[in-house]
Structure formats: structure tokens, C-alpha cells
């Protein structure tokens, strides 16, 4: 059989995939400890930035209302 005949067949040689299963869990796991320890912040640190985002959400909200305002009255009849 030719190897496109053994692909579609889905009959892989075995030296197709050479992956050391337990050592690419044990890069995933050093990978998520590192990831972990450098996104750690402090309990203050992420209440200051919820209350920034917030106010960030707020704003748009006042300049999405301002801006529907301002559609309204020139799609009103101070238009026509």
C-alpha cells in the first residue's frame, strides 16, 4: 500500500508521531505554573482595576446616550 492508500484508510505508521507523552504533560504543567504565578495580583490591585473598568463602562454609556440624543435631534423634525 502506498502512504496515501494508508491515509485514507487512517492507518498510520506508527513513526508518524513521535511524542513523549509524559514529558509534553510535564511542559504543560511547568507552562501553566509559570503562567500562574506571573498573573497573581493582590486583592487591591484588582479592585482598582474593576472600579477603572467601571468607569470606563460608565463613560460609554454617557457618550452612547449623548450620541443618541444627538441622533434623535437631527433625525427629528429640526431636520426636515
Sequence with gaps: MSDKKYYKDKCFCPN???VDLEEA???QTAKEASLES??????NTLLKELEE?????????EKQH???NLMSFYSGEFAQ
Design 66 to 68: 449623548r450620541l443618541a
Design 16 to 18: 508518524w508521531l513521535e
Design 25 to 27: 504533560k510535564a511542559r
Design 53 to 61: 473598568i467601571k468607569q470606563n463602562i460608565e463613560r460609554v454609556a
Design 38 to 43: 506571573t498573573h497573581r495580583k493582590d486583592l
